[in-house]
């Protein structure tokens, strides 16, 4: 299960997230520049328009009025009565304090006016060219922000087929059943998907192939084995005919042990809750083992989260394979909540224990077929078990991990 932080969305979502704090941020600043440039304006507009009427002190009515239309200004007659005054900053007050006429400014819902007083006369003329830019701002804002939530949107979309992709990897990883279908993305994670299902679905086949193959062995074979021990059985003992029987008899072991590999490859595990001391005593009872002559264990009663037939002929192996190369009896099991071991004296491995643990290698010549290590390695290994080994003072030692 891949973590939160680990998440390919999770640092989309934390993407997007910071990208939207910094777009905010970045709006704000925006509107307060905007809101200092519109208070130096105001106070622009404001010098001007009294250097305007002071250089037309001398002149008439009309000649004012038309450089003050000219300028963008109009004499009105009295304030709008929602009109409020405009609060400036402290250093643009100041400076507007430093000329000729005493200015107010007021906003209504028509715009900006100005009261200059002068001689205890009061004249209001309205700013015909002031014009309001902050739509512009948030018109950008609302522009960035969609197309980052656009942007958000789309790159979530693409991304899905792998969340997807995981899950139903997950399914095939556990054994159950899939049916893919095929993405019409053309991105690259479109065309890893397709690729991965067609991987999978060549795999299905071949699978497919390899189990009636198998079973088809298994089946042509077990009839003439089961034939042939039933002759041996009905002839009289003579050398050749013990000797017979004892070939059909690994014949028919040898089956065993593949329909055993199969099921390990071909199935997916059915796991239960089941008493440890319950899988060792089957197991045992199999190999027609009796307790205290050939094994030593007691109080094995934990219970352990297993498939009961597989695991039961993993210790079967691993206890067969102690009981036929310890030279003495009993071999000793051993556990605890983290593993079981299973222990018997004897000589050192001839090979390294990895080539043991492989399918078909036997550590004598006769006896084995070299299939009981590999069966208990792939059992382990299905359980996201480990099976340890280790050789100390004269004693082998194979433990499984849990």
Known sequence: ??????????????????????????????????????????????????????????????????????????????????????????????????????????QDEEGISYALIRDHCTMFYRDMSEKNTYYFVWLLFFTLFGGLVSMYLLLWRNLLPLKQLYEQITLYGEGKEIHPSPNTGKDEIALISNALFDALEKQRRLKTSRELFLRNIMHELKTPITKGKLIVELEEERPNILLLGKLFSRLDHLVHQMAHVEKMHAFALQRQEVNLNTL????????????????????????????????????????????????????????????????????????????????????????????GLYIAQSVCELHNFQLTYRYEEGIHTFCVEF
């Not at 304006?41 to 305007?52: N, W």
């Not at 039961?312 to 605890?336: E, F, G, I, K």
């Not at 299973?342 to 990895?354: A, D, M, W």
């Open 1 to 106: 299960m891949i973590s939160r932080r680990h998440s390919v969305f999770f640092k989309l979502h934390i993407f997007f997230a910071l990208a939207l704090i910094i777009l905010t941020l970045l709006f704000f600043s925006a509107l307060a520049e905007q809101e200092h440039q519109k208070y130096r304006r105001l106070v622009h507009r404001s010098m001007e328009l009294s250097q305007t009427l002071t250089s037309l002190k001398n002149h008439t009515c009309e000649s004012q009025n038309s450089s003050l239309m000219i300028a963008g200004f109009k004499e009105i007659k009295a304030l709008n009565r929602h009109a409020k005054e405009v609060t400036l900053p402290l250093q643009m007050k100041q400076t507007l304090q430093r000329t000729q006429l005493h200015v107010i400014i007021y």
């Open 280 to 371: 060792l005593t089957t197991a045992m009872e199999n190999l027609l083992l009796e307790e205290h002559t050939h094994v030593n264990f007691s109080g094995c009663n934990t219970p352990i989260n297993v498939d009961p037939n597989l695991f039961t002929s993993a210790l079967q192996n691993l206890l067969d394979n102690a009981v036929r190369h310890a030279t003495t009896l009993p071999v000793l099991v051993t556990w605890s909540n983290k593993n079981i071991c299973i222990q018997n004296s004897g000589e050192p491995l001839k090979r390294p224990v990895e080539e043991a643990l492989q399918a078909f290698v036997t550590e004598r010549g006769e006896g084995g077929l070299g299939l």
